[in-house]
């Protein structure tokens, strides 16, 4: 079983910055994607961004350019920089992280309000 810790979200405003971390633990043999999906009210759960366990990113298109991700294998860690936050990055923020399925940590809040 593997275990999903998110950390990072609050309040910011329009313009802000704020990096989530996530850290997977628990039996794991080697972790494979590590991603951030967003669920804002009243909406789908959405990609942010993922990246591979060599490194490749993929951001989706609202983000492309001010949220970055990245990932330190050693510390089974995946991180997600936010950076220039608008009110439609509002959301709560998941982290995803394939192993031998997908797990899913509990969420993290992000609002974006003056």
């Known amino acids: 079983q593997v275990q999903l810790v998110e950390s990072g979200g609050g309040l910011v405003q329009p313009g802000g910055s704020l990096r989530l971390s996530c850290a997977a633990s628990?039996?794991?043999?080697?972790?494979?994607?590590m991603g951030w999906y967003r669920q804002a009210p009243g909406k789908q759960r959405e990609l942010v961004a993922d990246?591979?366990?060599?490194?490749?990113?993929n951001n989706a298109g609202s983000v492309k350019a001010r949220f970055t991700i990245s990932r330190d294998n050693a510390k089974k860690t995946v991180y997600l920089q936010m950076d220039s936050l608008n009110p439609e990055d509002t959301a709560d923020y998941y982290c995803n992280v394939q192993v031998d399925r997908d797990y899913w940590g509990r969420g993290t809040q992000v609002t974006v309000a003056p």
């Open positions: 628990g039996s794991m043999v080697s972790i494979n994607a």
């Open positions: 990246i591979t366990s060599g490194g490749n990113t």
